[in-house]
C-alpha cells in the first residue's frame, strides 16, 4: 500500500497560471518535504515541515510556497510557473530515512 | 559542510556482470547516516539501505551489497549478477545531525541484455 501518495502523476499548466500539487501521508510522520528534481540532476530541498513549523531552503524562490493543513496533507504552490520550473517534483516523509511518493512530474507550456 | 561524490556518471554493463557504484562523502560530523536510493524510470526513490557512521559491516542482500570504508570515506555499492530490472539511476546520500540530506549526482546504470 502507498504511504506516500502524490496527486497527480503529471501536471500540465501554462506558463504564469498557478498550480497545486498534492501530498498526502498515511505514516503519520511529523516532517514533510518537498523536492525539486530536475533531468538528470540530484533532488534538491525546496522546503520542509517539522509539524507546523515550516522551514525554507535559503535558495527557495519566492514563486514556490507551500501549506500544511494537518499531518497527512501537504500542498505546493508555484505562485506563477516559469518553463525552468518543469521538473519532477518529490514529497516525502522521515522517521529513521526518507519515504518519498511517487513525485508529480511538471511540464510548463 | 556536506558533500557527496559519485564520480561515475553512467555506467553500462551486459547482463549477469556485477558492477560496483562508488560514493565518497565529506562531513565533519562523527556522527552521521549514508544511504543509497535507486530510482527507475517512473521517477520514484526507492530505499535501498541506511547505515550508520559506528556501523561499517559490510552488508549482503540478495544481489546487492554495500561496502562502507570509514577510512577512505567510502560507501560502495555492487550489484552481483546484474540484471535488466536493475537499470537505473542510483543515488548516494548523507545525513547529519546538523543539516538535510544531501544527494550525490546520481549514477545512470544501463543493463544490457
Known amino acids: 500500500d502507498a504511504m506516500v501518495i502524490q496527486n497527480p502523476r503529471y501536471q500540465v499548466t501554462q506558463f504564469g497560471k498557478p498550480v497545486t500539487l498534492s501530498c498526502s501521508q498515511t505514516?503519520?510522520?511529523?516532517?514533510m518535504y518537498w523536492y525539486q528534481q530536475k533531468s538528470s540532476q540530484a533532488p534538491k530541498l525546496l522546503f520542509h515541515?517539522?509539524?507546523?513549523?515550516?522551514?525554507n531552503e535559503a535558495d527557495t524562490p519566492d514563486n514556490f510556497q507551500s501549506r500544511r493543513p494537518n499531518t497527512s496533507f501537504c500542498f505546493l504552490d508555484i505562485r506563477s510557473p516559469g518553463l525552468g520550473d518543469a521538473a519532477m517534483y518529490l514529497c516525502?516523509?522521515?522517521?529513521?530515512?526518507?519515504?518519498f511518493g511517487a513525485g508529480t512530474r511538471l511540464s510548463v507550456l | 559542510a556536506q558533500k557527496v561524490t559519485q564520480a561515475q556518471t553512467e555506467i553500462s554493463v551486459v547482463e549477469k556482470e556485477d558492477v560496483t557504484l562508488d560514493c565518497v562523502y565529506e562531513?565533519?560530523?562523527?556522527?552521521?547516516?549514508l544511504f543509497w536510493y535507486k530510482q527507475p524510470p517512473s521517477g520514484e526513490l526507492v530505499f535501498l539501505i541506511r547505515?550508520?557512521?559506528?556501523?561499517?559491516q559490510n552488508e549482503i542482500s540478495g544481489r546487492y551489497s554495500w561496502n562502507f570504508q570509514k577510512s577512505t570515506s567510502s560507501f560502495n555499492f555492487t550489484i552481483t549478477a546484474s540484471q535488466v530490472v536493475d537499470s537505473a539511476v542510483y543515488f548516494c546520500?548523507?545525513?547529519?545531525?546538523?543539516?538535510?540530506?544531501?544527494f550525490g549526482e546520481g549514477t545512470q546504470l544501463t543493463v544490457n541484455p
Open positions: 516525502a516523509t522521515s522517521r529513521d530515512r526518507l519515504y
Open positions: 505514516l503519520n510522520h511529523n516532517v
Open positions: 515541515y517539522y509539524d507546523k513549523d515550516f522551514n
Open positions: 562531513t565533519r560530523d562523527t556522527t552521521y547516516y
Open positions: 547505515r550508520n557512521s559506528f556501523d561499517e
Open positions: 546520500a548523507l545525513e547529519t545531525s546538523g543539516s538535510r540530506l544531501t
